[in-house]
């Protein structure tokens, strides 16, 4: 028997011992698996929350083999399931009542920022910036408290999910809040944020030209218009 075809038996050997190892675990995985993605389609999140986290754990078991054969395919599959989890308890901190009430919306938050930047990468920012959104909305209009709808307002414009009508929307809202509250400099360059979206917006023009009036420099209307944001910060340094 030559060399080669010995090769080849000592790795079927191997890998028929790896089989036997990781298979079990491998075999629990899945069927947990497949029982979370049919409760996350019936919206059953809790219990399939319960069942990702039972897959989870049993490729992790597999790891723990220490597998050769099966590494690439294990690490894979973990993935896969850690994003469908992520998405899936995403998906349970905003169903039904959890955001009409503020116990709900600090879980969202606390949610959020516990997940580490590779948990992360799971969460499309869009959906965040929606949620973000919907919670400034809650805080200014139906608690009437503007301070925490401002420090959602910056959590949108922060997640930068580049969908224009999201980011407008916020700079717009959070620009009236700071303008109520009289900090007219900061309001100024959320007011000319959204202008950047639409330099005919008439609304917005009349809002920074009360501005510049309340801060003394409406000599300086026409260099404010045709601003970015970061020009406008630095403008307002210049001629303040």
């Known amino acids: 028997m030559d060399n080669n ?14 089989r036997a190892r990781v298979k079990p675990f491998i075999d629990i995985a899945v069927e947990h698996h497949n029982r979370a993605r049919t409760e996350a ?32 395919d294990l690490l894979e599959r973990i993935d896969h399931v850690i994003e469908e989890h992520i ?53 200014w209009f139906e608690e009437k408290n503007p301070k925490k709808a401002l420090e959602f307002y910056n959590k949108v414009i922060g997640a930068d999910c580049g ?3 999201i980011n407008r929307g916020a700079y717009l809202k959070a620009g009236r809040i700071l303008f109520e509250q009289a900090r007219f400099k900061e309001a100024l360059v959320s007011f000319v944020s959204v202008l950047s979206f639409d330099r005919s917006d008439e609304e917005i023009i ?35």
């Not at 349970?92 to 930047?117: C, H, P, R, T, Y």
């Open 163 to 165: 969908r224009s009508f």
């Open 206 to 240: 009349s809002y920074i030209e009360d501005c510049l009036g309340r801060l003394g420099i409406a000599g300086h209307k026409n260099k404010f218009l045709k601003a970015t944001p970061n020009e406008a910060r630095k403008l307002i340094m210049e001629v303040l």
């Open 41 to 72: 389609r019936w919206k059953n999140f809790e219990q399939a929350a319960h069942f990702y986290r039972e897959a989870i754990k049993n490729y992790k078991d597999a790891l723990a083999q220490k597998p050769k054969y099966y590494l690439q």
């Open 87 to 139: 998405n899936n308890v995403f998906n349970l901190k905003i169903s039904g009542d959890n955001l009409k009430n503020e116990k709900g919306m600090q879980g969202f938050v606390k949610f959020i920022d516990s997940l580490g930047a590779e948990e992360r990468k799971y969460i499309d920012v869009y959906d965040s910036a929606q949620v973000y959104l919907r919670i400034a909305d809650f805080y």
């Open 5 to 18: 075809i010995e090769e080849k038996l000592r790795n079927l050997e191997e890998w028929n011992s790896e």
